[in-house]
């Protein structure tokens, strides 16, 4: 063989080498792996009694369809939380408190979808019922979640972050210690005053 011929066939097979290699990344996708969808309900907490307070539903890990839809039901402890308002957050839609299964449920959708993240899937404003300390999982349920593929949206797996909501500070346990002193009062001995002088 001369050597001709072999750089000839080594050209060749670079080639093929090359050209396989861009048709399996056409194929498969760039290998570069896209982020876990996932809600999180978060942690808050909140002066005991407060009202008027905003919990936040949010979901990340977006896929390059965009978020097209989402439907979620959100329960709590209603001895400890009273919920007063909710919106679909970042989504056209609307919330329902007192959804008659009995959590909230917020439900939307976005045309064109949505992006960018994270995205806010569901805001509630509660007021804080319960006894300082109180806390209250914020339990999320996934009714459904699409992506924004044209004509055909496709379901979203996403993992769940339940949140909690923490109401106050529980209250600090009395002292039992000594009395405190008066001032200008001596304290009792339990001796005899000699006044005979």
Known sequence: MTVRASIYRLGLLCAIAAALAVTAVMVNGPSVSAQQATINGGTWNFAAASTGNAVTIKYSGVPAAGLGAADISVAFNAAVLKITACNAGDLDGACNPNAPAGPA????????????????????????IGAAGTSSAVTISVNELVDGTPGNPQAISASIQN????????????????????????PPTGGSVDDSF
């Open 105 to 128: 449920r917020a439900a939307g959708f976005k045309a064109p979808a949505i992006t960018t993240e994270p995205v806010v899937i569901a805001s509630l404003t509660f007021d804080c």
């Open 163 to 186: 949140g909690t909501v923490t109401c106050g500070e529980a209250a600090s346990p009395t002292s039992t210690g000594a009395p405190t002193p008066t001032p200008g009062v001596l």
